[in-house]
Structures are given as C-alpha cells and as structure tokens.
Nanobody, 124 residues
Framework: QVQLVESGGGLVQAGGSLRLSCAASGRTFSSYAMGWFRQAPGKEREFVAA????????NYADFVKGRFSIYGDNAKNTMYLQMNSLKPEDTAVYYCAARDVSRISSRALDFGSWGQGTQVTVSS
C-alpha cells in the first residue's frame, strides 16, 4: 500500500490560485492511478480529477474543467493539482487517493489509499 500526504491548502480570494501536492511513499507511482477528491461540510465526497501514471491520461469533473490541472513528477513521487480561477464553491477538504491499478476512475470506492486531506478555503 502507498502512503499519501497532501499539502498546499490554504485561504485564497476568489479568482486566485493554489497548487496542492500529494507526496507518496511506500510504492512508486508507475503502476498506479491517482486522484483528487473533495468534501465540503455537509456534503458527500466528490471526484475532482484523476491521472493514469503510465499513460498520462487524465479525467476531470465538469465543474473544474478548464480551471484545474492534474499532473505528476515521477522523480519526486509527487502528484499535483493546480487550481486556478478558484470560486467560493471550491471550498472543501481536498483528498489525494491512489489505486493499485493503472486505469483511472472517478469513484471513491475504487481507491484504496487516501491522504489525510488539506483544507482549501476560497473567500468571496
């Protein structure tokens, strides 16, 4: 199993940017699919973006297309989520997740490893 640690969250004004990082240890990324999910207070956890490490394919939730970008650095065993044009409705705890197969997924139950989460707050 892989251990995941997120960082990079914080408070930002609407229209601003943040970059979240997810550092992995225990296994290399090469055989994994990775993803970002988020959970706002009183709401269910929802899919944000996913990446297939070996092929580089990506998938995004409709509400972040054109604003967020998921990518990784194999040498650093770190995945990133670049978030631009942030909106107050993007406020949530953001979680990094990994699954030990290469096919990407938007379903939280397909991911077996999770980070502890990082808070993102967007003020209006």
């Amino acid at each position: 199993q892989v251990q995941l640690v997120e960082s990079g969250g914080g408070l930002v004004q609407a229209g601003g940017s943040l970059r979240l990082s997810c550092a992995a240890s225990g296994r290399t990324f090469s055989s994994y699919a990775m993803g970002w999910f988020r959970q706002a207070p009183g709401k269910e956890r929802e899919f944000v973006a996913a990446i297939n490490w070996s092929g580089g394919s990506t998938n995004y939730a409709d509400f972040v297309k054109g604003r967020f970008s998921i990518y990784g650095d194999n040498a650093k065993n770190t995945m990133y989520l670049q978030m631009n044009s942030l909106k107050p409705e993007d406020t949530a705890v953001y979680y990094c997740a990994a699954r030990d197969v290469s096919r990407i997924s938007s379903r939280a139950l397909d991911f077996g490893s999770w980070g502890q989460g990082t808070q993102v707050t967007v003020s209006s």
